[in-house]
Nanobody
């Protein structure tokens, strides 16, 4: 299971950084992503990154405010969140596709992700 950390409480306009790591070492580099789920809502896509780190894709709601990145060697992914707003309040989940994919592959389809973290709560106060 992926291990996520970094959530917390922040005021609107502030920033937070999340991180997530896949335990153990593997020769396979994972496509990784962040999703979020607000109270009473379905889980939604936030951002994804290919395993070579050169291709990223964001939901329209976070584009220009959030940045996804990853470590150079291990399956570690980060989410830098700036200009946070109350509507960003949610439990954030990291996810990984643990089967081999092309180096430039990424997807926002929740069904393609095989491994999930436990979720970390982000609360943005107005």
């Amino acid at each position: 299971q992926l291990q996520a950390s970094g959530g917390g409480l922040v005021q609107a306009g502030g920033s937070l950084s999340l991180s997530c790591a896949a335990p153990g070492r593997t020769a396979v580099r994972y496509v990784m992503a962040w999703f979020r789920q607000a109270p009473g809502k379905e889980r939604e896509f936030v951002a994804t990154i290919s395993w070579d780190g050169r291709n990223t894709y964001y939901s329209d709601s976070v584009k220009g405010r959030f940045t996804i990145s990853r470590g150079n060697t291990d399956n570690v992914v980060y989410l830098q969140m700036n200009s946070l707003a109350p509507e960003d309040t949610a439990v954030y989940y990291c996810a990984a596709i643990t089967n081999l994919r092309p180096y430039n592959y990424f997807t926002d389809s929740v069904g393609e992700y095989h491994s999930w973290g436990q979720g970390t709560l982000v609360t943005v106060s107005s």
